[in-house]
């Protein structure tokens, strides 16, 4: 008799925007019409110059290169130590386009071999996926900020998040120096997920600056040894591509080779006309300064908003959200802000200790932040 087959479905967490149906629909129904500020969907449109790349080589009939083409790998290279200050890449051996971020970080566990007997660490606020990943690779989850909570254990792999989703915390140098240390120490593999890393909102661009996004390839971290460390980047956010589905890995050169290697049998791979929509926006960054700037000006918006109407705003030094609390249950918040057409999430999606705060998006458009702001302003006196 054939074994009993499990559905892997059955296997993993509830999907978390799943239990919003209630709430969407209440803030449906407002006169008004709904503000949607529970995801990190871009809404503004893409640079001309990336589509008109992406057109100009729409008629590319071949497959692509699982691993990009030299040109994606070289623009990579290149952005990540313009933007990011990451040196020492080989565009050759270290950089892998993903397809979509989500997708990289959901399988990477099961990639890599880590499964049944291993751990993975992930934040104890947390983008869900992280927890998925793991479930998905039959590994043990452990929720854990602090490195001195794990004791002697040596854990297979180790999800960071700066900035964070959902809170926007950033992580200082001196912790992620802390994170390289254990790496080399244990062997432990560490991902960094750096998909808002172009996102903060700290205009002081000192190295002093604790509040100024680092990757954790960046020399004065690691010391430009990569070993165990990888990055993960997407274009997502910074050049509204999440349509395109365009990311990458970067670091450790031995573990973006295997991952390579996988990916390659899986028939992973980007598409030709999406390579090359990559180069143009990795090449170009003045787009990305002119939507960081829309984003900084929504914040500003919507943040004098919620605390004008008692809320506390707490971290948010990055990223695209607003983490926010009433002091209350999050899902009484959530409930509250739908009464009055506008849809957050719930702080308990990311994590036990997000129980008391809502994840409040940027991603609007202008008239929408501002139908928000002036709706959450007559929160004051209920």
């Known amino acids: 008799m054939a074994p009993t087959r499990i559905p892997v479905a059955q ?207 960046d020399p004065e971290v690691c010391g430009g040894d990569h070993t165990n460390l990888i990055a993960v980047h997407s274009l997502s956010k910074t050049s509204n591509l999440a349509s395109y589905r365009a990311g990458w890995l970067a670091g450790d050169t031995q573990l973006i080779q295997e991952l390579l290697e996988v990916r390659r049998h899986a028939g992973l791979m980007n598409p030709g006309p999406i390579q090359s929509a990559m180069i143009a926006a990795l090449e170009e960054d003045g787009h990305e300064m002119l939507q960081k700037d829309l984003y900084r000006q929504r914040r500003t918006v919507l943040r004098a908003a919620l605390e004008q109407a008692g809320f506390s705003i707490d971290y948010s030094d990055g990223g695209l959200y607003l983490w926010a609390t009433e002091g209350r249950n999050c899902r009484e918040t959530v409930d509250r802000l739908a009464a009055i057409g506008v849809l957050c999430a719930p702080g308990d999606f990311y994590g036990p200790t997000g129980v008391e705060h809502v994840r409040i998006g940027l991603t609007a458009t202008d008239e929408k932040i501002d139908a928000a702001a002036q709706r959450i302003a007559t929160l004051l006196s209920k």
């Open 11 to 217: 296997q993993l967490p509830d999907f978390p925007w799943d239990s919003l149906a209630e709430a969407k629909a209440t803030a449906q129904a407002y006169p008004d019409g709904i503000v949607d500020l529970s995801v990190g969907t871009p809404v503004d449109p893409v640079a001309p110059h990336i589509q008109l790349a992406l057109s100009e080589h729409a008629a590319q009939p071949g497959y692509p290169q699982t691993k990009g083409t030299p040109e994606l790998r070289a623009a990579i290279v290149g952005a990540m130590e313009r933007r990011y200050r990451v040196t020492g890449l080989d565009p050759e051996r270290a950089v892998l386009p993903v397809v979509g971020t989500k997708e990289a970080i959901a399988w990477l566990p099961t990639l890599l071999g880590i499964g049944e007997g291993h751990t993975v660490v992930i934040p104890e606020l947390a983008y869900p996926t992280y927890e998925v990943s793991a479930k998905l690779a039959g590994a043990t989850v452990v929720r854990s900020d602090s490195l001195l909570k794990l004791g002697p254990s040596t854990p297979s792999l180790i999800y960071i998040n700066s900035p964070a989703n959902p809170h926007g915390k950033v992580l200082g140098v001196a912790h992620l120096q802390k994170m390289v240390e254990f790496a080399r120490q244990r062997g432990t593999i560490i991902v960094s997920d750096e998909c808002y890393l172009g996102l903060g909102w700290n205009d002081n661009n000192s190295r002093e600056d604790s509040t100024r996004p680092v990757s954790i390839l």
